[in-house]
């Protein structure tokens, strides 16, 4: 069974910095693309990064490029989400999330179940 | 960026009922589109990708259709499990890969 569990999560002010983990288990976690999903509170889903398999490209959102960085450690099937510069905006549940396909981004089939984010003074 | 336009924003059917909820592109996506059903409190669940495959364990009352820039999710007949916010995603044309804003789907 595939789990993904997000933790990291945190009230802190803006300006401020914060990092997210998120734990694989329950699959081959070096052969998927992963993404970080946000979604703020009563709002609906906004994609913010993906990683590729090996770490060498990474992708943002516009909103997020320059202060989110996104990273991987294969060998200990975990994924990061380095947020710096955090804003009010950036308040949300994060997601971690799976590719369904190991070659192509297809979907996202599998999603933990969120680390809460709040900026707030 | 593509924005995707989901209606209509809320609906309202009884059991028994059909569905049908539409997602239209800004910019044609080919059949590059998925389909989530997102129950309160709960993470997403992939429900159709490619715009008509159906994920693995999702019952056959859903189905998705369309390409280019229209296209649809259609729930058979309802029931009252079914009952979310329902958000479709591209994947044609990215970063970012947007979803849109959003039906929540009431079952009465």
């Known amino acids: 069974e595939v789990q993904l569990v997000e933790s990291g999560g945190a009230v802190v002010q803006p300006g401020g910095s914060l990092r997210l983990s998120c734990v694989a288990s329950g699959f081959t976690f070096e052969d998927y693309t992963m993404h970080w999903v946000r979604q703020a509170p009563g709002k609906g889903l906004e994609w913010v990064s993906l990683i590729t398999l090996d770490g060498g490209s990474t992708f943002y959102a516009d909103s997020v490029r320059g202060r989110f960085t996104i990273s991987r450690d294969n060998n200990k099937n975990s994924l990061y989400l380095e947020m710096n510069s955090l804003r009010a905006e950036d308040t949300a549940l994060y997601y971690c999330?799976?590719?369904?396909?190991?070659?192509?981004?297809?979907?996202?089939?599998?999603w933990g179940q969120g680390t809460l984010v709040t900026v707030s003074s | 960026e593509i924005v995707l336009t989901q209606s209509p924003a809320t609906l309202s059917l009884s059991p028994g009922e059909r569905a049908t909820l539409s997602c239209r592109a800004s910019q044609s996506v080919s059949s590059y589109l998925a389909w989530y059903q997102q129950k309160r409190g709960q993470a997403p669940r992939l429900l159709i990708y490619?715009?008509?495959k159906r994920a693995t364990g999702i019952a056959a009352r859903f189905s998705g259709s369309g390409s280019g820039t229209d296209f649809t999710l259609t729930i058979s007949s309802l029931e009252p499990d079914d009952s979310a916010v329902y958000y479709c995603?591209?994947?044609?044309?990215?970063?970012?890969?947007?979803f849109g804003q959003g039906t929540k789907l009431e079952i009465k």
């Open positions: 999330a799976k590719d369904l396909e190991t070659t192509v981004t297809t979907g996202l089939s599998d």
């Open positions: 995603q591209q994947r044609s044309n990215w970063p970012p890969y947007s």
């Open positions: 490619d715009a008509s």
